[in-house]
């Protein structure tokens, strides 16, 4: 297929995707207009059934968990094509010896400290707002994503060989694969108790206290264990590939 081809195809598909857009903003709501009642009701419950006063993580671990787990899945996938994609793939590529990050990035001593002060910060920060979100706006995805960037910060502050060691860790890939399959077992457990699958199971606790939301709280923390071993194996992945890319360059 030649570029001039390929140049028209796109556009026709990009105004028939313009054109379905176009289509659903007409009959979207007014500015501050919520025409649902779902959200009103949960409002209205989640407190007094699930002892959450974050609603958004009722409902996203609880009322709807099943749909929250398939989202988790979507990121598994993804990092798990993404390590698929970046996996040596001929005897040329499975001849080449396994590429290794820098020693040290040339950056200050100022940089360098007070990048690591910022790691320590960030990883306190980072589990209270995975382990509070049955109580406050965040929650395992939140939590997840602001503990995997520790490890960059640090590869930042030029300690490499630590950001190496962090990342080729096994448990990093332990937390990408149990994160993901630890919201599965919890469904698992309601279904031997004789429950449907997913049911808020586990004693909901006291209103307001970090052990209460039973499932929810629970089921947040695995969301923010996978979600950090998925970034950091993705960071891991692409830091190879660009400095190999480097490498064949500069042959």
Request: glycine fraction near 14%.
């Amino acid at each position: 297929m030649s570029g001039r081809t390929r140049t028209i195809l796109f556009l026709i598909s990009a105004a028939g995707l313009a054109a379905v857009f176009a289509w659903g903003l007409r009959n979207l709501p007014p500015m501050g207009d919520y025409r649902g009642p779902y959200g009103y009701v949960l409002t209205r419950v989640a407190v007094y059934e699930r002892h959450a006063t974050d609603t958004v993580n009722a409902i996203n671990y609880d009322y709807r968990g099943f749909d929250t787990l398939g989202e988790e899945f979507i990121l598994f996938a993804s990092v798990l094509g993404v390590l698929l994609l970046f996996r040596p793939g001929g005897r040329e590529d499975k001849s080449k010896k396994r590429v290794q990050l820098e020693d040290a990035l040339p950056v200050s001593d100022t940089l360098r400290v007070g990048m690591q002060a910022m790691a320590a910060t960030m990883i306190v920060f980072g589990v209270y707002i995975a382990v509070h979100g049955q109580l406050t706006p965040g929650g395992g995805f939140q939590g997840g994503v602001i503990l995997a960037t520790v490890p960059l910060v640090v590869y930042l502050s030029g300690n490499v060989k630590t950001f190496e060691a962090i990342v080729s860790n096994p448990l990093t890939t332990l937390a990408e694969c149990g994160g993901a399959g630890g919201y599965g077992i919890i469904g698992l457990l309601a279904l031997l108790g004789g429950a449907h699958f997913l049911t808020n199971f586990v004693p909901l606790g006291k209103t307001g206290d970090v052990f209460s939301s039973g499932t929810i709280a629970v089921i947040s923390v695995t969301v923010g264990i996978e979600v950090a071993g998925g970034f950091l194996v993705l960071m891991q992945s692409y830091l190879r590939e660009i400095i190999e890319e480097r490498l064949q360059e500069g042959r």
